[in-house]
T-cell receptor, first 113, second 116 residues
Framework: EDQVTQSPEALRLQEGESSSLNCSYT??????LFWYRQDPGKGPEFLFT???AGEEKEKERLKATLTKKESFLHITAPKPEDSATYLC??????????????FGRGTQLTVWP | GAVVSQHPSWVICKSGTSVKIECRSL??????MFWYRQFPKQSLMLMAT?????????EQGVEKDKFLINHASLTLSTLTVTSAHPEDSSFYIC????????????FGPGTRLLVL
C-alpha cells in the first residue's frame, strides 16, 4: 500500500526563520504528489501538485520540490499567518479504485512574532 | 477557480435521526467526489469515492448502509448519515476532482456533526 510519512510532526519558527518540511513516500508509480494547507476547523486548501522528480513549484513564501523518494516544502521568511497544518498526499498508479490519495499525518507549523 | 462548498457547515442532531450533508463543485464539473472523516489532531480518513451516476466505492470498515452517498450530478454529491449516534460525531469533508488520475482534488470547508 502507498505510504506517506511527514516530519517533523510539529515545528515552531520565529517570524523570518526559514525552514523545510519533509514528506517521504512509497508508492507504486507516482501519478502526483500534493501539498495542502489546513487551518483549524477548515478543509484543506490546495497548494501544489508535483508530478515528476526534479520538479519545483513556488507560491509566495512557499516552494515545493520533489525527488523519487521525498518532497520538501520550503518556507522562506515565514509570517505568523503561515501557521497551519501542512498535509502531503500521494496518488499512485496501482492499487485502489478511482485514484485515491494517501495522506501523511501532517506537520503543524507555528510561526511566532 | 476550483471552489467546493459544503452545507451545512455545522449540524447538531439527536441520536437516531438522519443527517444529510451536501457537497457542491461551484465552478467546475466533478467527475469524482470523495468523502473524508477527520478526528481531532488526526489526518483525513477516506470514507468513500464516487463517480457521477455510479454507486460509491466504500473503504474497508465504512458501513455502506450507515453512510449513504449519492452523486446524482457532476456538481453535487450528498452524504447521509443514517440513524446517527454520538460516535458518528466528527468533522466530515468532501473533495472533488475534475479530471482523471493525477488531477488535483479540491476540498470543501467541512461539516462539523455533533450527535447528542
Amino acid at each position: 500500500e502507498d505510504q506517506v510519512t511527514q516530519s517533523p510532526e510539529a515545528l515552531r519558527l520565529q517570524e523570518g526563520e526559514s525552514s523545510s518540511l519533509n514528506c517521504s513516500y512509497t508508492v507504486s508509480g507516482l501519478r502526483g504528489l500534493f501539498w495542502y494547507r489546513q487551518d483549524p476547523g477548515k478543509g484543506p486548501e490546495f497548494l501544489f501538485t508535483l508530478y515528476s522528480a526534479g520538479e519545483e513549484k513556488e507560491k509566495e513564501r512557499l516552494k515545493a520540490t520533489l525527488t523519487k523518494k521525498e518532497s520538501f516544502l520550503h518556507i522562506t521568511a515565514p509570517k505568523p499567518e503561515d501557521s497551519a497544518t501542512y498535509l502531503c498526499a500521494v496518488q499512485g498508479k496501482g492499487g485502489s479504485t478511482l485514484g485515491r490519495l494517501y495522506f501523511g499525518r501532517g506537520t503543524q507549523l507555528t510561526v511566532w512574532p | 477557480g476550483a471552489v467546493v462548498s459544503q452545507h451545512p457547515s455545522w449540524v447538531i442532531c439527536k441520536s437516531g435521526t438522519s443527517v444529510k450533508i451536501e457537497c457542491r463543485s461551484l465552478d467546475f464539473q466533478a467527475t469524482t467526489m470523495f468523502w473524508y472523516r477527520q478526528f481531532p489532531k488526526q489526518s483525513l480518513m477516506l470514507m468513500a469515492t464516487s463517480n457521477e451516476g455510479s454507486k460509491a466505492t466504500y473503504e474497508q470498515g465504512v458501513e455502506k448502509d450507515k453512510f449513504l452517498i449519492n452523486h446524482a450530478s457532476l456538481t453535487l454529491s450528498t452524504l447521509t448519515v443514517t440513524s446517527a449516534h454520538p460516535e458518528d460525531s466528527s468533522f466530515y469533508i468532501c473533495s472533488a476532482r475534475a479530471g482523471g488520475w493525477g488531477e488535483t482534488q479540491y476540498f470543501g470547508p467541512g461539516t462539523r456533526l455533533l450527535v447528542l
